[in-house]
């Protein structure tokens, strides 16, 4: 079974920095899309940022000029580095791959997320 497994959250005062991460393991065939995810209290998750294997990138309005997304192909890992940290962006982070895994084609794994706390 194909495991993402997130790490690196914790709790940080507003304006400081992050690094999260991601490793992916199993029967991995290919990984085409990778993303990081987020969801706040009472809140949907909704998508921070995107990364497709060439390394494209896409953020949201939110966190753009704050967040930066990048990937390892040949280690299977995702990234992202976090900087001026708002109390708004207090939320479980989700790492999320689609491609050819466990034998399936676009297919979608899910992490069980890291816990990032900002405070005021």
């Known amino acids: 079974q194909v495991q993402l497994v997130e790490s690196g959250g914790g709790l940080v005062q507003a304006g400081g920095s992050l690094r999260l991460s991601c490793a992916a393991s199993g029967t991995i065939f290919s990984i085409n899309a990778m993303a990081w995810y987020r969801q706040a209290p009472g809140k949907q998750r909704e998508v921070v940022a995107t990364?497709?294997?060439?390394?494209?990138?896409n953020y949201a309005d939110a966190v753009k000029g704050r967040f930066t997304i990048s990937r390892n192909n040949a280690k299977n890992n995702l990234y992202l580095q976090i900087t001026s940290l708002k109390p708004e962006d207090t939320a479980v982070y989700y790492c999320n791959a689609e491609g050819v895994l466990d034998g399936l084609l676009n297919h979608e794994v899910w992490g069980q997320g890291t816990l990032v706390t900002v405070s005021s």
């Open positions: 990364i497709t294997r060439a390394g494209f990138t």
